[in-house]
């Protein structure tokens, strides 16, 4: 990446440009003032998702699971390590389909857990089933463009 790219605040939803060689610097919101990056999967609902998946420039991995998966309980830690490894490179982020029905039923989510990589606001590949973060870190870096 050259030049300047989007990215969506987590916290606020405003949207920081930001040069592309300080993105592994820590950069913080222009508006609140807080980390873009945390380290950890960020939670999307209708509301913050299609921002989200729109405006930030650097491609977006969605774990859709559920309280009650005991699959999904399995991969979160190891989804949340894969954050620390992947970001700011990609973003990684959570639904609830639980809470968010709609958001799992537009997207066709037949089974949890499944990640889905975006890149460009469009969806590139899905896998469904838990993973290591290992697994994630290897699966995802493989389909970057």
Do not use: Y
């Not at 699971?65 to 990609?90: D, S």
């Not at 089974?111 to 290591?132: D, H, K, N």
């Amino acid at each position: 990446m050259s030049g300047s790219v989007h990215i969506v605040c987590p916290h606020c939803q405003s949207i920081n440009r930001v040069p592309a060689a300080k993105l592994n610097d820590q950069p913080n919101c222009g508006r609140c003032q807080r980390a873009l990056f945390t380290g950890e999967p960020i939670e999307l609902t209708a509301a913050t998702f299609p921002r989200q998946l729109e405006r930030s420039d650097i491609p977006l991995l969605i774990d859709f699971w559920a309280p009650w998966c005991g699959p999904c309980k399995m991969m979160a830690p190891q989804f949340q390590q894969a954050a620390r490894l992947l970001e700011p490179k990609i973003r990684l982020a959570k639904v609830n389909t639980e809470a968010e029905p709609h958001l799992a039923a537009q997207f066709g989510i037949r089974s949890i857990p499944t990640l889905v990589f975006f890149q460009g606001g469009r969806e590139v590949t899905r896998q469904a089933g838990a993973m290591g973060a290992q697994d994630i870190v290897r699966w995802v870096s493989a389909q970057l463009r």
